[in-house]
């Protein structure tokens, strides 16, 4: 049997054929439209879920039932000694929290990481997770690794449209209508598992430069000398995100740029057409 095999959740941007390739056990995010679940990578695609956007459906996200994180804790363990969990962070989901609790009942055997991540740098997590095992690393070493991994890692997201942002009451439905009016596009920081307002500009061209600096400070503050990876991302449009991954491998010349499509359950939240990046360190 493995030493421990690695799970994580959907928000990490890792489709099921590439987890089983790598050996990852995959737990399945839900969402609701219009009062329907659906589950990430399920039948409804992810095309099809902009398009329910785009014609006004209310879209909301949710968390794994605790039955379902129960089946797949059992069946990874079947072919580890232990699991390693690595679910988006407990200050953006509540899924953690339910997965840590649920972890109690085996024995030691379950090991939830609360990483502080999500989505782009939540994959990082999860490879550097992977490296831990191929090195030989037992469970318990590769969690503290990762524990003291955490928050070498930045991640910003621009908002094309504020109008999921409303419905969600992170802002207000006047602040919203003015900041149509005016063009604000705000961009959002997620560091060490929290999601802050880092700064509204005008247009998206405006909100692309702040990324792009402020992920340039971060890695000159943070970062120098240590070997790191750098992702693009996009809800919605393909072709609107290779555009941004183009972009953001000019400014970064010389470093390989990733590009990810924003999860649904992110997209759910910022709508279509936002922009993301993400710097962290690797192993």
């Not at 797949?72 to 929290?97: G, R």
Request: with cysteine.
């Amino acid at each position: 049997m493995k030493k421990f095999v690695v799970m994580t959740d959907t928000n990490c941007g890792i489709s099921p054929k590439e987890a089983e390739q790598k050996g990852i056990i995959l737990v399945l995010m839900p969402f609701l439209v219009d009062d329907k679940e659906y589950f990430e990578f399920g039948e409804l695609s992810y095309e099809q879920f902009f398009k329910k956007m785009a014609q006004g459906a209310d879209v909301k996200t949710s968390q794994p039932s605790p039955a379902d994180v129960i089946s797949a804790f059992e069946n990874a363990l079947k072919t580890a000694e232990k699991v390693i969990y690595i679910p988006m962070s407990s200050a953006l989901s509540s899924s953690c929290d339910t997965a840590q609790v649920l972890a109690e009942d085996f024995d030691g055997r379950v090991l939830v990481v609360d990483n502080k991540r999500i989505s782009l740098n939540l994959r990082d997590a999860v490879e550097d997770a992977l490296k831990c095992l191929d090195e030989g690393m037992d469970a318990e070493s590769t969690v503290e690794y990762l524990n003291s991994t955490a928050e070498l890692t930045d991640i910003y997201v621009a908002v094309n449209t504020l109008e999921y942002l409303k419905k969600s009451g992170r802002i207000t439905p006047s602040g919203a209508a003015i900041g149509s009016l005016l063009g604000i596009k705000p961009v959002l920081r997620i560091h060490g598992g929290k999601l802050d307002a880092y700064k509204k500009v005008r247009g998206m061209a405006a909100a692309m430069t702040a990324m792009l600096e402020a992920v340039d400070t971060y890695k000159a503050e943070n970062l120098c000398g240590e070997k790191i990876v750098i992702r693009a991302a996009y809800s919605g449009r393909e072709e609107f995100g290779k555009q941004w991954q183009k972009t953001v491998g000019e400014y970064f010349g010389g470093i390989e740029i990733g590009l990810d499509p924003l999860p649904i359950s992110i997209s759910c939240h910022v709508g279509p057409d936002a922009l993301g990046i993400s710097i962290s360190k690797i192993k």
